[in-house]
């Protein structure tokens, strides 16, 4: 499975991004999915998840301003970040996997390489 996550970009406080990971390689609608973002200085963190084990599943730091999502036709998984604040500037990656779910990065094991965001105040 490949994962080629992208959507990032600058923004200002309060602005919106939507970011996308692109799977290919095997159907993966069944797959737990999920987000996670690393910060310079910070351990990586997860962010929201997607799984027929927990449902949708979100960081209280971003729950009520993100939403995830998934087409299952189209093998893409979906971040939509509204009302971003400067500590959610990070390298956001998405991840995959057919057994794990949940908030644990271990849990997955195929990883996209990343996309940054960034945002002012």
């Known amino acids: 499975v490949q994962l080629q996550a992208s959507g990032g970009g600058s923004v200002q406080t309060g602005g919106s991004l939507r970011l996308s990971c692109s799977a290919s390689?095997?159907?993966?609608?069944?797959?737990?999915m999920a987000w996670f973002r690393q910060a310079p200085g910070k351990d990586r963190e997860f962010v929201s998840g997607?799984?027929?084990?927990?449902?949708?599943t979100y960081s209280d730091s971003v729950k009520g301003r993100f939403t995830i999502s998934k087409d299952n036709a189209k093998n893409l998984l979906y971040l939509e970040m509204n009302d971003l604040k400067p500590e959610d500037s990070a390298v956001y990656y998405c991840?995959?996997?057919?057994w794990g779910a949940g908030s644990p990065s271990s849990s997955y094991t195929y990883w996209g390489q990343g996309t940054q965001v960034t945002v002012s105040s």
């Open positions: 997607i799984s027929r084990r927990f449902g949708k």
């Open positions: 991840a995959v996997d057919f």
């Open positions: 390689g095997r159907t993966i609608s069944d797959w737990a």
